[in-house]
């Protein structure tokens, strides 16, 4: 969208002291001509804009140009910094503190130093995520290819992958972009990434379909895809609210509450239920019933 790219290119002017509208075109794939009209775009909103003229000019914004911050109100400006903190968790070299102090030149005006909320991204993965992320995000940039290898349910493989963009989804971190092995789109979860790197070859953006985007295919096989009922402990309780809520789950009797858990893989919802211990039962659907028992089974005998 207009409003989007419009605001992409401001983004950068106030990065770069100069950016020659060729590059600008090639960036957001539009011509020359639409560049030209958003510079007049952002000019007329009172942002000022500065042309160099030459083989090596372009445009810019004036020096000393800061943000007019009194079109935000205090609750938005804390939502901000909310969200800078919070991506500092898994990109430390971000420089928060420089950045609240451009928002905030008078100190406690807007934003109270004492934190409220604290959102860790990274939890204790931050050690292995900041670097990976701090990479994608370069190729991303660059529109370079990465390699790495990744460890699924499937067993191990090598990837060569054209990364659109990174995403934060069922408390974790994924990379979505155009696999090379698959000939496909694919989500890939980047605790199971390893031996990144980027390589030197270069990729073009592909057109990606709405249904290519909804993330959430990626974990959704209609043919899989049902519900289990279990009896469960009432000292396993927390599990349901925490995981559905208080409306997912009745009670059964004064010890036991009878819960429907949905789930779209069965190995996965085997795994799930052997790590609730003895005090969950399936009740259905029998496959799972069987599933569990055999998997059961089999962990009893290499205690044995």
Same mark, same amino acid.
């Given at each position: ?28 794939? +539009? ?5 030209? #009209? ?24 004036? =020096? ?76 991303i940039e660059d529109k370079k290819i990465v390699r790495f290898t ?24 994924? +990379? ?14 980047l605790n199971r990434l390893l031996h990144l790197e980027m390589t ?6 592909? =057109?990606?379909? =709405? ?11 209609? =043919? ?9 402990? #009432? ?9 559905? /809520? ?32 003895? /005090? ?12 569990? #028992? ?7 005998? #290499?205690?044995?």
């Open positions: 969208m207009k409003v989007d790219r419009l605001l992409a290119i401001v983004t950068i002017l106030t990065q770069k002291r100069k950016v020659k509208a060729k590059d600008l075109a090639e960036r957001f794939e +539009v011509s020359l001509r639409t560049i030209y #009209r958003d510079i007049e775009d952002i000019g007329k909103a009172g942002i000022p804009i500065v042309t160099y003229p030459g083989g090596s000019g372009g445009v810019g914004i004036a =020096e000393g140009f800061t943000l007019d911050k009194s079109a935000l109100t205090r609750e938005e400006m804390q939502s901000i910094v909310l969200g800078l903190k919070s991506l500092s968790s898994v990109m430390p070299g971000s420089s928060v503190n420089f950045l609240l102090g451009k928002l905030s030149p008078e100190p406690g005006r807007f934003i109270a130093l004492k934190d409220e909320i604290i959102i860790d991204l990274a939890s204790h993965y931050k050690n292995s995520l900041a670097p990976k992320i701090s990479l994608l995000r370069k190729a990744y460890y699924a349910k499937t067993g191990r493989t090598v990837r060569e992958l054209e990364p659109h963009f990174i995403a934060f989804k069922w408390s974790a971190w994924y +990379v979505f972009g155009y696999c090379r092995l698959r000939g496909d789109f694919r989500l890939f979860k030197e070859d270069s990729f073009q953006l592909r =057109e990606i379909s =709405e249904k290519q985007l909804d993330l959430e295919a990626f974990y959704s096989d209609p =043919e899989t895809n049902q519900y289990a009922t279990l009896l469960l402990d #009432r000292s396993l309780e927390y599990v349901m609210v925490d995981e559905y /809520g208080p409306e997912s789950y009745e009670t059964a009797d004064e010890n036991h509450i009878l819960a429907k858990w949905d789930y779209v893989n069965e190995q996965e919802m085997v795994k799930t239920v052997l790590g609730l211990g003895g /005090g969950a039962k399936v009740i259905s659907p029998e496959s799972l019933v069987n599933a569990v #028992r055999a998997e059961a089974e089999k962990i009893l005998c #290499r205690y044995r």
